[in-house]
């Protein structure tokens, strides 16, 4: 905080026109309902392998004057982008972070920025930028002539952006435009932006900080197009930070969310650039000849982008932090706001409107959560793998997991996130509230590291491969379709037998409902595009129109399979730690359950249930929202970040909003002020 | 546009760093897929009794300099509220308006907020708080020794503002807590705010702009709570604009949205006003004695709240249009992309995925422009009636229809907002596309004016008393409600008999679906609550306790109907003009209507239909879609406003959204820059 600022802030609290206000008890009171739940429990396990790195840098952002929302708030976005530099700059040097340690841990690198994300996503997606997208491009596709490359990297010395997405392609990374034409004299590479829509756009470090760039390009030799590469090219003087000669470097300017974020445009006009630029892992010139160890090319492309895989979990997780952080707000918000009742007026809370949207939220908040836990694992796991061998079975198993879970917990984070505004009335509006904020940085979860109709597909296709190849008796690995039922006949008579909430609740009744779902959608997909390939002449046009009830709906069902197996398993660890935190846990399990069953409630009304048994869910679905109400307070309790951190005013964890509101209200140098055209409302009421 | 930028931008554009690109064809292209649309007659009828007034105040937006969404890109919050005190004003002095004109047409003071909203909400915004807000309730509430204000607000010799919402309380308006203690000596009253959260806010034109004020206050006569009343107050000195003495008044501080209003609080500290400050059709004090012609403090305050019927009409209005102008811009968008396809790339709107998404959204659009339509046909017919008697059966069917019709509208824009700017991809994400503005301004229309789950209970709490009524063989006049069926075994009976699409799509086959939902929920929201008054003490709690899965769907399902109703007469009064253009809306009106229903399947499913039925609707959802993208085009093209008021580069009619996104980058003074804090990038790299 600025001394000016500061001390205006004193003065507002000596000299509030506002009358004084007691102590604000409603959300005090509130937490009393409740105390079965086991804060520490909850978070160790919630948090799990982000545990300590979530403490610890909770613990630099609440004693760091360098972290401090009022002020980035009044700031430029100017200063905004280089307090961001610093607060970098203070994170980075506390994570020592090396080559050898992202070896030995593949989470290691992803756990800064996982708590980062919880301070300010713009933050977080810097150094995502940098030490994710960058570096791990290099990891994957260069060779040992790079490793020079990757210590800058986590030195810092370097700092990396990536040049993959264009003005006039995001998608469709095999349409790409930027050339790099191979010269054979010198062995190395020009690199230039033949069109407009050419130019590399939104990447991010580009407008200011970046001194070099992964470049996605099509790689030209003698006339003929080899398809996309990628290279690692210097874009700014080392030492002046200039522009390089033939390079070009702007600001994209405006945008809704992310100021932080120092978005820009790459041009190249004859840029040359030398041979060992071209990440050449998979792919070689030798003696003026194109080489490949995957000759595939569009196989080969899926592979280059593996340093999405990262990006994709940081977005999951992304989506879980401001979710959750939503919630932390609006949960606290509908406990201490108050309205009508009789005699007493009750907390909003407490009605059913109001925990329906949001405990509902928190449940599938907490089912994102377990998303991040099975890409984690996965990702451990598949890792040593992959890197021998990129197109072995197990990688591909885990990018369908992973593609599919970013888009549900992207839509899941857009959708609560509205909510949440909305559940705080006219307070959410305010900047203060900071659900603006939170809402701004999931929206473009739905956009960024792949669009999620594009992805969607990429997981329904596996799946269908998958279920081809049990038709053909082939062997396959993949542990997370071993459900997968051939005999569509036995598929489409399924039959839940619950009769009664208690019987609802029962972990196996409600995985073989999920499984059940996955199982019907597959195969109401394999005859969609049967039926569609009947009807066009060749199955991409086949495939684009059977996308709507159904493929695009596989991916979803499948996702929310892998998430509630996990929710059971977390619930399960907490139990055995606590069994009342447990028991809550289960019971947020059960009510996502009941809202992601009654989404695709005609699904299972062809065969799985009944309308009675619908309405035994939904009878779920209410009721323990209202008894999970009091205890939804006390988890996000438990999750939340100091409030320092967390930068609401309505969602402090001490209730006090009015009285934060007011004083962020006044603590605004233009609150009690004329503007500089008041001659202009004179002007227009003497019309 | 200054001088400055002006300049700026002729120089980026003969000095642009990017290669030339040629004209882009696709949107041209696109467009010739499809003739058949006559933008004319659909666009006559679609703006209807708004035609004149939208073709007028275009014309002035197209013509004035005043109006130029770049320049307000560009300002400080404070420069884009003085512009819009500017543009206020002009267009105020093309309307002409008065008293006598609103008696003799209720309408005439929406038609250019309407059409400013085309423009900018936030400019529409500050002219509808005034000469709706403020004066309607001076109208409706005042007598005849307030005519004099009214004269002055029609003349804007007064800028009025209303002061209703406080920080502690907006839903429950009867809880306010401002006080206006009557002083029997003087024979006025005392204005309080008594605590913090008392201050008035919100209020629109209170930072800077208004110098009356209407304020809710809570009456004390004789130290006993007579009840909320409305005050008419003048809150800055007319000559001086000076806050009066015993007034506070400030700004709100920072929002999401809205920039251009100057939303603000007041306070008061024993501030005295004189009698005549109460607007006392209802209420007067008579030799120190309260007297009110209702009774019933809450229908009283019901009827006190008048004010915000043309205030919600706008509400129903300003999400049509900012939904229509998302939509513009997406299906524009989506029409000049390309990306994919073989040989060729395909326009992304002509993906299933990227249709059913923007052509179900241009089809809920219509269907709002048709609740609108309702809305003004209903108040010119109610309003005389209850201007007599403000308790008539009009008024009251009246309210319901508002209501459901304001929830569902305002939840329909930030859906469809929301799906624009994913559907836009990163491209939405930027300012210059202007989704972020339109969606920020559809996303408040939940909460103000009523927020929307309240205002969603007050439509069933009438159909309820309805059904109830007609139980009891009661007369009522509620013409929109004579389909309800008293029978409920005839109800849950019921059986849809369309076996194909074409028996589907049939205008009778489908009002009876939508009538039908809304009477099995009439009968399941009774029978939910009577099995809750069972088990709750009071009818509050039950009614609380009832309402996700019924009552809630209640109101939206009545809204549904109506909307459809209304789809009807509006495809058949073009269809009379322009067979081809009336089959065009008609085939919207089955998309409508298909996706609507598909949202309430398991209601269906119940008795109204089978599986098999199921899935003819889900196919003429598809492929209506399907069919009517290349008109989408079309239809948005008729309605849109020029390039200059819709504001975005990539929704341009032109179709060259990548020449002019590349004019908005390079036109920021920062484009090509190097920030003030090189040397923390240095710094940080030197770490």
Same mark, same amino acid.
């Given at each position: 905080?600025?001394?000016?600022?500061?001390?205006?802030?004193?003065?507002?609290?000596?000299?509030?026109?506002?009358?004084?206000?007691?102590?604000?008890?409603?959300?005090?009171?509130?937490?009393?309902?409740?105390?079965?739940?086991?804060?520490?429990?909850?978070?160790?396990?919630?948090?799990?392998?982000?545990?300590?790195?979530?403490?610890?840098?909770?613990?630099?952002?609440?004693?760091?004057?360098?972290?401090?929302?009022?002020?980035?708030?009044?700031?430029?976005?100017?200063?905004?982008?280089?307090?961001?530099?610093?607060?970098?700059?203070?994170?980075?040097?506390?994570?020592?972070?090396?080559?050898?340690?992202?070896?030995?841990?593949?989470?290691?690198?992803?756990?800064?920025?996982?708590?980062?994300?919880?301070?300010?996503?713009?933050?977080?997606?810097?150094?995502?930028?940098?030490?994710?997208?960058?570096?791990?491009?290099?990891?994957?596709?260069?060779?040992?002539?790079?490793?020079?490359?990757?210590?800058?990297?986590?030195?810092?010395?370097?700092?990396?952006?990536?040049?993959?997405?264009?003005?006039?392609?995001?998608?469709?990374?095999?349409?790409?435009?930027?050339?790099?034409?191979?010269?054979?004299?010198?062995?190395?590479?020009?690199?230039?932006?033949?069109?407009?829509?050419?130019?590399?756009?939104?990447?991010?470090?580009?407008?200011?900080?970046?001194?070099?760039?992964?470049?996605?390009?099509?790689?030209?030799?003698?006339?003929?197009?080899?398809?996309?590469?990628?290279?690692?090219?210097?874009?700014?003087?080392?030492?002046?930070?200039?522009?390089?000669?033939?390079?070009?470097?702007?600001?994209?300017?405006?945008?809704?969310?992310?100021?932080?974020?120092?978005?820009?445009?790459?041009?190249?006009?004859?840029?040359?650039?030398?041979?060992?630029?071209?990440?050449?892992?998979?792919?070689?010139?030798?003696?003026?000849?194109?080489?490949?160890?995957?000759?595939?090319?569009?196989?080969?492309?899926?592979?280059?982008?593996?340093?999405?895989?990262?990006?994709?979990?940081?977005?999951?997780?992304?989506?879980?932090?401001?979710?959750?952080?939503?919630?932390?707000?609006?949960?606290?918000?509908?406990?201490?706001?108050?309205?009508?009742?009789?005699?007493?007026?009750?907390?909003?809370?407490?009605?059913?409107?109001?925990?329906?949207?949001?405990?509902?939220?928190?449940?599938?908040?907490?089912?994102?959560?377990?998303?991040?836990?099975?890409?984690?694992?996965?990702?451990?796991?598949?890792?040593?793998?992959?890197?021998?061998?990129?197109?072995?079975?197990?990688?591909?198993? &885990?990018? /369908?997991?992973?593609? @599919?879970? *970013?888009?549900?917990?992207?839509?899941?984070? %857009?959708?609560?996130?509205? =909510?949440? $505004?909305?559940?705080?009335?006219?307070?959410?509006?305010?900047?203060?509230?900071?659900?603006?904020?939170?809402?701004?940085?999931?929206?473009?979860?739905?956009?960024?590291?792949?669009?999620?109709?594009?992805?969607?597909?990429?997981?329904?296709?596996?799946?269908?491969?998958?279920?081809?190849?049990?038709?053909?008796?082939?062997?396959?690995?993949?542990?997370?379709?071993?459900?997968?039922?051939?005999?569509?006949?036995?598929?489409?008579? &399924?039959? /839940?037998?619950?009769? @009664?909430? *208690?019987?609802?609740?029962?972990?196996?009744? %409600?995985?073989?409902?999920? =499984?059940? $779902?996955?199982?019907?959608?597959?195969?109401?997909?394999?005859?969609?595009?049967?039926?569609?390939?009947?009807?066009?002449?060749?199955?991409?046009?086949?495939?684009?129109?059977?996308?709507?009830?159904?493929?695009?709906?596989?991916?979803?069902?499948?996702?929310?399979?892998?998430?509630?197996?996990?929710?059971?398993?977390?619930?399960?660890?907490?139990?055995?730690?606590?069994?009342?935190?447990?028991?809550?846990?289960?019971?947020?399990?059960?009510?996502?359950?009941?809202?992601?069953?009654?989404?695709?409630?005609?699904?299972?009304?062809?065969?799985?249930?009944?309308?009675?048994?619908?309405?035994?869910?939904?009878?779920?679905?209410?009721?323990?929202?209202?008894?999970?109400?009091?205890?939804?307070?006390?988890?996000?309790?438990?999750?939340?970040?100091?409030?320092?951190?967390?930068?609401?005013?309505?969602?402090?964890?001490?209730?006090?909003?009015?009285?934060?509101?007011?004083?962020?209200?006044?603590?605004?140098?233009?609150?009690?002020?004329?503007?500089?055209?008041?001659?202009?409302?004179?002007?227009?009421?003497?019309?």
């Amino acid at each position: 905080m600025s001394a000016v600022r500061r001390l205006l802030l004193i003065e507002n609290h000596l000299s509030s026109k506002f009358p004084n206000t007691p102590q604000e008890k409603g959300l005090e009171n509130f937490r009393k309902l409740e105390t079965k739940v086991n804060h520490n429990i909850l978070a160790k396990h919630y948090f799990d392998y982000f545990y300590e790195a979530i403490l610890y840098t909770r613990k630099i952002f609440d004693e760091s004057p360098l972290f401090n929302h009022e002020e980035s708030l009044g700031s430029s976005i100017e200063d905004y982008r280089g307090k961001i530099v610093e607060q970098l700059k203070c994170i980075y040097s506390k994570f020592h972070m090396s080559y050898e340690k992202d070896l030995a841990n593949p989470l290691y690198k992803c756990s800064p920025i996982y708590a980062m994300t919880e301070y300010d996503q713009s933050l977080s997606t810097r150094m995502l930028v940098h030490i994710i997208l960058y570096t791990d491009t290099i990891q994957n596709l260069g060779t040992e002539k790079h490793r020079e490359l990757i210590d800058r990297a986590y030195a810092l010395k370097d700092y990396g952006s990536f040049g993959m997405t264009e003005l006039g392609h995001g998608s469709d990374v095999g349409r790409l435009e930027t050339t790099a034409i191979y010269n054979p004299k010198t062995g190395g590479f020009t690199l230039n932006s033949p069109t407009a829509t050419s130019a590399k756009w939104w990447i991010g470090a580009i407008a200011n900080t970046a001194n070099m760039s992964i470049i996605f390009a099509r790689l030209i030799i003698d006339n003929v197009d080899k398809g996309i590469q990628a290279f690692a090219v210097p874009i700014r003087n080392y030492e002046t930070h200039d522009t390089l000669s033939g390079v070009v470097l702007g600001d994209c300017g405006k945008k809704i969310s992310h100021d932080g974020i120092d978005n820009g445009f790459i041009l190249f006009k004859n840029y040359e650039i030398k041979y060992d630029c071209l990440l050449d892992k998979l792919s070689q010139i030798k003696n003026g000849k194109f080489k490949s160890s995957i000759k595939n090319k569009e196989k080969r492309l899926g592979i280059m982008m593996g340093s999405l895989i990262r990006g994709r979990f940081c977005v999951v997780s992304g989506s879980e932090i401001n979710t959750r952080s939503c919630l932390t707000i609006a949960i606290r918000y509908g406990a201490l706001r108050k309205q009508f009742g009789n005699p007493n007026e009750e907390s909003i809370l407490s009605y059913q409107t109001h925990n329906c949207r949001l405990v509902t939220g928190l449940a599938k908040t907490v089912a994102m959560r377990c998303a991040s836990k099975v890409i984690g694992d996965m990702y451990k796991a598949v890792k040593p793998i992959s890197d021998v061998n990129p197109e072995c079975d197990e990688l591909n198993e &885990f990018h /369908s997991v992973l593609s @599919s879970l *970013k888009c549900v917990c992207s839509w899941y984070g %857009i959708a609560i996130s509205q =909510e949440c $505004r909305e559940a705080c009335g006219g307070h959410g509006v305010s900047k203060y509230s900071s659900l603006g904020r939170h809402r701004g940085y999931v929206d473009v979860h739905a956009t960024w590291e792949g669009d999620n109709t594009v992805l969607a597909q990429q997981t329904s296709k596996y799946i269908l491969k998958i279920l081809q190849k049990s038709f053909k008796g082939q062997k396959f690995i993949a542990p997370t379709l071993n459900f997968l039922n051939i005999d569509f006949q036995e598929v489409k008579t &399924f039959k /839940s037998l619950f009769t @009664s909430r *208690k019987e609802f609740e029962n972990e196996k009744c %409600i995985i073989s409902l999920f =499984e059940h $779902r996955v199982n019907f959608l597959t195969h109401t997909s394999v005859m969609k595009l049967q039926e569609s390939s009947m009807k066009y002449s060749d199955m991409t046009t086949a495939w684009n129109n059977s996308q709507i009830f159904y493929i695009q709906d596989l991916s979803k069902s499948f996702a929310e399979l892998i998430m509630a197996r996990e929710f059971i398993k977390l619930s399960d660890n907490i139990y055995k730690d606590c069994k009342e935190t447990g028991i809550i846990i289960k019971k947020l399990f059960y009510l996502y359950s009941a809202d992601r069953i009654l989404d695709s409630i005609s699904l299972y009304l062809e065969s799985a249930f009944t309308h009675v048994q619908e309405k035994i869910i939904k009878e779920t679905f209410i009721k323990t929202a209202a008894e999970l109400t009091p205890a939804s307070l006390h988890i996000v309790d438990a999750l939340s970040a100091s409030d320092k951190i967390l930068g609401s005013v309505i969602g402090s964890s001490d209730g006090q909003a009015y009285t934060r509101m007011i004083d962020a209200v006044e603590s605004e140098l233009k609150c009690y002020y004329k503007p500089k055209w008041l001659h202009l409302i004179k002007d227009i009421r003497g019309s």
